[in-house]
């Protein structure tokens, strides 16, 4: 079993698995869903030797991570992060989603109302994702500790967001997806590496997975990155 930074509840890594297990070892695997693959995607700079390839149409994961094994209470604190490659400028596509919890180009912690779901920490990535740069990897981030959310890319805090939470909070609506939300927008876009924790990673922590896709251990140990171990 890979060696992750500790505490992960799933993590999915095609550079490390070429399929939807988890590999944090709690069991919420994946499912692929309508026809969606996995390529090679060997990058000097992020690091990573494959994805998962998200067509934009109708192809997702299904996992079976539910609250109970990731934030029990609206309050309970978590992180998620994951890397994103965009392939398409016009999509609000998630790399995860619980229906409450989304990490994407837009990223929410939601509530539910009468008319959908209304977010009450928001966050767009979109002007980055696909800037001047190129469409190149970025690695999000977003954490609650308390009453506040934390939006990370590439390692840099974005935004803090309070949260205000009222008794309409929702309960996780559904076990969490990978590339689509209930209502949204399928993902064109490749993913890698994507974990979600229980629990707050420091800052530390977040530029240490920001370094590269797939990078194994923690910090303080000898971070070895999956390309030298020759697995993927």
Known sequence: MSTGLGGEVMWLCPSLDDSPNDLSGNGNNGTYENGISTVADSDPTYGGSRAYNFDGTDDYIQTTLSDSSWRPTSTSDFSVSGWYKTKSKYTSSKVFSDGTVELGQESNFNRA???????????????????????????????????????YEDGILL??????????????LYDAR??????????????????????????????????????LGGLGGTHILRTLLGVG
């Open 113 to 151: 109302s009468a008319a959908g779901l209304v977010p009450l920490a928001s966050v767009n990535f979109a002007g980055t994702l696909y800037g001047n740069s190129g469409w190149n990897w970025r690695h999000l981030a977003m954490v609650q500790e308390g009453g506040s959310i934390r939006a």
């Open 159 to 172: 935004a803090t967001m309070a949260v205000g939470y009222d008794v309409t909070v929702n309960a996780q």
């Open 178 to 215: 990978i590339g689509f939300r209930n209502g949204g927008t399928y993902a064109s876009a490749y993913m890698d590496d994507i974990r979600a924790f229980s629990r707050v990673i420091t800052q530390s922590e977040i530029t240490h997975l920001a370094f590269s896709r797939g990078i």
